[in-house]
């Protein structure tokens, strides 16, 4: 199933809502639903969220009770990190931590950088902390889906970027040097 940006909001809406009725979780949207907030073209095939701490994961649980539990809180060992999934009106809906330790503040999904390079986007009456355009790049890059990156790359080259940053986290992801300077190019050509 590939969502359209009005499922994306209205299965947000009803997330942060609940959650919210629980008293509430520190996460960040990540993932091509990050993409597909901010207004890159792009085809997620689910809603992906990154949680703080594990209590975050089992508030979240708790908050979505009534609806389809695909995946209990669970600890996986092989992926290191805390994760549950929930079906919320047909769309699939993931919390995880992410608990491997790493010094960088430039990775998508783990260490500090979607705690320090985010913003915060209105969806309904609350805001969502989305982690940063040039992170999910670089993550992209690193898992080698070209299509995906040069949406995000084309998208950047429209709105604006912060070319720091992204080498920065281009190089946290040991993306090679000819490929960031393709990739730094096509956004600035």
Not at 45 to 54: I, K, N, P
Not at 76 to 83: A, I, K, N
Not at 87 to 99: A, L, W
Not at 131 to 138: D, G, K, M, Y
Request: aromatic share 8%; net charge negative; proline share 5%.
């Amino acid at each position: 199933m590939t969502l359209t940006p009005e499922q994306v909001r209205h299965t947000l809406i009803t997330v942060l809502g609940r959650v919210k009725q629980e008293g509430g979780f520190h996460s960040c949207l990540i993932g091509t639903a990050a993409d597909l907030l901010r207004g890159v073209p792009i085809k997620p095939g689910d809603v992906d969220f990154l949680a703080r701490t594990r209590a975050d994961v089992d508030r979240f649980a708790r908050a979505l009770a009534a609806y389809r539990c695909l995946t209990p809180p669970t600890w996986m060992p092989c992926c290191v990190q805390y994760y549950a999934a929930f079906e919320v009106d047909g769309v699939q809906v993931d919390i995880s931590t992410v608990e491997s330790p790493s010094q960088s503040t430039f990775i998508e999904a783990f260490g500090s950088g979607p705690w320090t390079h985010f913003s915060e986007i209105a969806v309904g009456d609350t805001r969502v902390a989305v982690v940063a355009p040039e992170l999910r790049l670089a993550t992209e890059l690193c898992r080698d889906r070209k299509d995906q990156a040069e949406s995000i790359a084309a998208w950047m080259r429209d709105h604006g970027y912060d070319a720091p940053l992204l080498r920065n986290a281009m190089d946290a992801r040991g993306i090679d040097a000819a490929t960031q300077s393709s990739v730094m190019a096509s956004i600035t050509g």
